[in-house]
T-cell receptor, first 113, second 111 residues
Framework: DGGITQSPKYLFRKEGQNVTLSCEQNLNHDAMYWYRQDPGQGLRLIYYSQIVNDFQKGDIAEGYSVSREKKESFPLTVTSAQKNPTAFYLC????????????FGPGTRLLVL | QQPVQSPQAVILREGEDAVINCSSSKALYSVHWYRQKHGEAPVFLMI?????EQKGHDKISASFNEKKQQSSLYLTASQLSYSGTYFC????????????FGKGITLSVRP
């Protein structure tokens, strides 16, 4: 079955710690996205990537980093510079062309200890 | 620019109809609608394309007014399973499917 997987489902971060969230897709999509979701805020774009080895900042990139070494994978690192990391993180993918929809993974909930 | 969704919340009884709206200050190329249950991923419902084509759910309909840059989602004969938060994502020309999402509308269907 084609789809997007994210792991872990829950992640706990200690003060000063970097943590990495995994996102993998087997839909053969070129584009991948990371969103942060806070209550009442909708989905805010953190980073996106159109092609391997290339990515762009979204609206709230500060305190986050990404890599895109393989087409299938787009991991997100929440660094210690992100002072308010508690949120629901969603990964999505799509074809990189106009008027194509995005498909979402199940999400990772990040909590700070 | 984040699209504006209205109303903020909707409460219905089973079988009733509802309309939820999404408007943008920018010229749009497409509008995408998603429904999200609490703690789960958003699920794609429908895409409306500039030019009038629609793709998506056969029990939910929608419209796209290109002059006003507004889209409306029509939920008819609502079922309990329609409960959730509805998001619109808007795409501008040349964005290659990069979307900007509204804050969402919570819809609750009661027996």
């Amino acid at each position: 079955d084609g789809g997007i997987t994210q792991s872990p489902k829950y992640l706990f971060r200690k003060e000063g710690q970097n943590v990495t969230l995994s996102c993998e897709q087997n839909l053969n999509h070129d584009a991948m996205y990371w969103y942060r979701q806070d209550p009442g805020q909708g989905l805010r774009l953190i980073y996106y990537s159109q092609i391997v080895n290339d990515f762009q900042k979204g609206d709230i990139a500060e305190g986050y980093s990404v890599s895109r070494e393989k087409k299938e994978s787009f991991p997100l690192t929440v660094t210690s510079a992100q002072k308010n990391p508690t949120a629901f993180y969603l990964c999505a993918s799509s074809k990189w062309t106009d008027q194509e929809t995005q498909y979402f993974g199940p999400g990772t909930r990040l909590l700070v200890l | 620019q984040q699209p504006v969704q209205s109303p903020q919340a909707v409460i219905l009884r089973e079988g009733e109809d509802a309309v939820i709206n999404c408007s943008s200050s920018k010229a749009l190329y497409s509008v995408h609608w998603y429904r999200q249950k609490h703690g789960e991923a958003p699920v794609f419902l429908m895409i409306l394309l500039k030019g009038g084509e629609q793709k998506g759910h056969d029990k939910i309909s929608a419209s796209f007014n290109e002059k006003k840059q507004q889209s409306s989602l029509y939920l008819t004969a609502s079922q309990l399973s329609y409960s959730g938060t509805y998001f619109c994502g808007t795409e501008m020309a040349g964005a290659n499917s990069k979307l900007t999402f509204g804050k969402g509308i919570t819809l609750s269907v009661r027996p």
